[in-house]
């Protein structure tokens, strides 16, 4: 499984979008990581609350694939839907780049 803080450099090098990056935007970098933390835990409580109302049978099998896809994913231990890594974030991106970055 990839390093996450590998996958923020290779995202600040490239300029491509992530959330973390867009929350850093919108809150500041000291603020972001707290606030995406916060979204993530309100988005299962929702999903939690969701899976309750599902048949019980079509929640346990739900469940079960999401355990299986979890697993496949490279997950062997831990939650067995996965857990969260939010990654220290590069405060200076443009200086990030010019410093890392080749010339072509």
């Known amino acids: 499984m990839p390093d996450v803080c590998l ?13 973390l990056r867009m929350f850093a935007r919108i809150y500041g970098t000291s603020a972001a990581p707290a606030k995406l933390a916060k979204c993530i835990a309100e988005a299962e409580e929702n999903y939690e609350n969701l899976s309750k109302a599902l048949d019980p049978e ?5 469940r079960r694939r999401c355990e299986e896809a979890t697993k496949e994913g490279g997950k062997l231990s831990g939650h067995p839907l996965g857990s969260w ?3 220290p ?16």
């Open 58 to 62: 079509l929640s346990v099998n739900y």
């Open 89 to 104: 974030l590069i405060a200076d991106e443009d200086h990030y780049r010019s410093t890392f970055q080749s010339s072509p």
């Open 7 to 19: 996958l923020v450099q290779e995202d600040v090098l490239e300029n491509n979008f992530n959330v």
């Open 85 to 87: 890594t939010i990654p």
